[in-house]
């Protein structure tokens, strides 16, 4: 701890999946390859949207909104996860934590958000399709996007800005492998009541009302579907979304699956690995879930590499 123009320099120590020197090297080779896999893949998911003109409608859109939050949601994580194992320190400044944790909230809240916006896309398409490209028009799709980020900035700035009064008394390890923001307030020295509050009714406002509003979405898609007459209509409604509810039920199932094995276990280090599922294994799987069943994305990136050839 330092001081300087008495304001508080604070540094902490993330401790990571695991301690084990000798598992050190297997967990940098393992989360490098896994974080070049996301951005690469969530790349060609973008560079195959915009550069072919079939895919400009707003499912592909969002998608392509989607893999570029992905993109920037492991890079705010895995990078200073590599760095802190390549070099053997485990320190991160007090505003790098807060910064990360910033960005961690921003963007873990755009997935959120942009699944919901892609579910409403599957709900009209499936329940209102003659009337899709009229709803789903160009000026809705950007403010659905924009509201989207909007809504996740403010978000991730309160919840950051309310983090820094606190007072850190001493050298703190977070027994994690990034800032996350509910192991930094649990480690103040003060009173963290109104910071859990706020916490709490984030998740239930912003994690619940989506889910709330993906929920719904489905019921009624899956009441237009059962009401299709033939097996082949029936189908093809459905794989529209197949690969969307794929994607949310990954992303929502590891969620509650951290929270789960959190509570139950009470072990730092088991709620670090099984975080790794979602902040790491969800992006990295996305543009599989979109591209190995879905026709117009493989389409789309075999004329893309022929026309780079």
């Known amino acids: 701890m330092k001081s300087w123009n008495n304001t508080i320099i604070l540094e902490f120590l993330l401790l990571g999946i695991s ?16 974080y070049l896999v996301a951005v690469l893949g969530n790349l060609l998911i973008i560079l195959a949207t915009i550069s072919d003109s079939h895919l400009h409608t707003p499912m592909y859109f969002f998608l392509s909104n989607l893999s570029f939050v992905d993109i920037c949601f492991v890079s705010t994580i895995v990078p200073k996860m590599l760095v802190n194992i390549q070099t053997h320190n485990k320190v991160i400044t007090f505003a790098g934590c807060i910064t990360q944790m910033c960005f961690f909230l921003l963007f873990v809240g755009m997935d959120n958000f942009l699944l919901t916006v892609m579910a409403y896309d599957r709900f009209v398409a499936i329940c209102h ?15 659905l996007v924009l509201a989207s980020w909007i809504m996740g900035v403010l978000n991730s700035m309160l919840q950051s800005l309310m983090v820094l009064p ?41 994690g619940g009302g989506p889910l709330t509003g993906i929920l719904y979405s489905y019921s009624k898609i899956v009441s237009s579907i059962r009401a299709i007459s033939s097996a082949q209509g029936k189908y093809k409604a459905f794989s529209t979304c197949a690969s969307h509810l794929s994607v949310v039920s990954l992303f929502y199932g590891t969620c509650l699956g951290v929270y789960l094995s959190s509570a139950a276990t009470h072990n730092s280090h088991t709620g670090a690995a099984a975080s790794v599922m979602y902040t790491v294994v969800t992006p990295m799987l996305n543009p599989f879930i979109y591209s190995l069943r879905n026709k117009d994305i493989k389409g789309a990136m075999k004329r893309f590499f022929r026309g780079k050839q």
């Open 19 to 34: 301690e084990e020197p000798e598992l050190q090297p297997f967990l940098f080779g393992l989360f490098l390859s896994m």
């Open 166 to 206: 606190l007072p850190f008394c001493t050298h703190i390890e977070i027994p994690h492998f990034f800032c996350e923001i509910n192991q930094v307030v649990h480690l103040a020295c003060s009173d963290t009541f109104v910071n859990d509050t706020v916490m709490y009714f984030a998740v239930a406002l912003l």
């Open 129 to 143: 399709p003659l009337h899709y490209m009229v709803i789903m028009n160009p000026q809705l799709c950007g403010l």
